[in-house]
Nanobody, 127 residues
C-alpha cells in the first residue's frame, strides 16, 4: 500500500494554469503506475491521464494538449501541469496508484484498476 497526498489545487480564472502534485510514501514509488482522475459536483469520477512506470502516458480527449503528466521517481511524486484551464475542468482531482511490479509499460484508465487513492485537491476555474 502507498499513501498519496495531493496538493496544488486552487481557484484560477479561465485560461490560467495550475500544477498539481501527488506525493507518495510507504512503498517504492517506481513500482507504481499512476493516474489522475477528477470528479465534478453531481458527476461521476472520470479519468484524466495515466502514466506507466516507463513514462508512457495516455490522456483523456478532453484534456489532451492542455494537461501534462510527469513523474519524478527520485522525489516519489507525480505532477499534473494544467494549462488553458476551462470552467468545465472544475472538480476535485485525485491521484491514484497501482502496483505494477511486473508490468513496466502498462498504464491504466479505469478507476477500478487502481489500488490506492489520495484525498483529492479542489480545482476551481472561474469564467
Amino acid at each position: 500500500q502507498v499513501q498519496l497526498v495531493e496538493s496544488g489545487g486552487g481557484l484560477v480564472p479561465a485560461g490560467g494554469s495550475l500544477k498539481l502534485s501527488c506525493a507518495a510514501s510507504g512503498r517504492p514509488f517506481s513500482s507504481y503506475a499512476m493516474g489522475w482522475f477528477r470528479q465534478a459536483p453531481g458527476k461521476e469520477r472520470e479519468f484524466v491521464v495515466a502514466i506507466s512506470r516507463s513514462g508512457s502516458t495516455y490522456y483523456a480527449d478532453s484534456v489532451k494538449g492542455r494537461f501534462t503528466i510527469s513523474r519524478d521517481n527520485a522525489k516519489n511524486t507525480v505532477y499534473l501541469q494544467m494549462n488553458s484551464l476551462r470552467p468545465e475542468d472544475t472538480a476535485v482531482y485525485y491521484c491514484a496508484a497501482r502496483n505494477t511490479y511486473y508490468s513496466y509499460n502498462n498504464y491504466y484508465t479505469r478507476g477500478v484498476d487502481y489500488d490506492d487513492w489520495g484525498q483529492g485537491t479542489q480545482v476551481t476555474v472561474s469564467s
